[in-house]
Nanobody
């Protein structure tokens, strides 16, 4: 059974960095489109970043995180990472890892597999 488990969240100050991990089991991250979404309290879930599978490639970022966040994948560890630099209070949210077959889409409804989420809180 496919499973995604996020880790690495926490409480940091504005300007700090965090690296989130998404460990996959029963699901080779190399052949799936992998994405990160986030949901702040009282707000809808929003797309953060995604990367295509090893064949299609490509990385995609929301304008709000472009230049600050980086998505990457380690096929040997079967893990996807989200490096977050220059964090801002508005980045505070629960961050979710997601996977789907085929191409990257920005709509979370297109993803078949989800992790349980990890909380990121950025204080000012």
């Amino acid at each position: 059974q496919a499973q995604l488990v996020e880790s690495g969240g926490g409480l940091v100050q504005a300007g700090d960095s965090l690296r989130l991990s998404c460990a996959a089991s029963g699901l080779p991250v190399s052949i799936y489109a992998m994405a990160w979404f986030r949901q702040a309290a009282g707000k809808e879930r929003e797309f953060v970043t995604a990367m295509g599978n090893s064949w299609s490639g490509g990385t995609y970022y929301a304008d709000s995180v472009k230049g600050r966040f980086t998505i990457s994948r380690d096929n040997v560890k079967n893990t996807v990472y989200l490096q977050m630099n220059s964090l801002k209070p508005e980045d505070t949210a629960v961050y979710y890892c997601a996977a789907k077959g085929g191409r990257v889409v920005y709509d979370g409804m297109g993803y078949n597999y989800w992790g349980q989420g990890t909380q990121v809180t950025v204080s000012s």
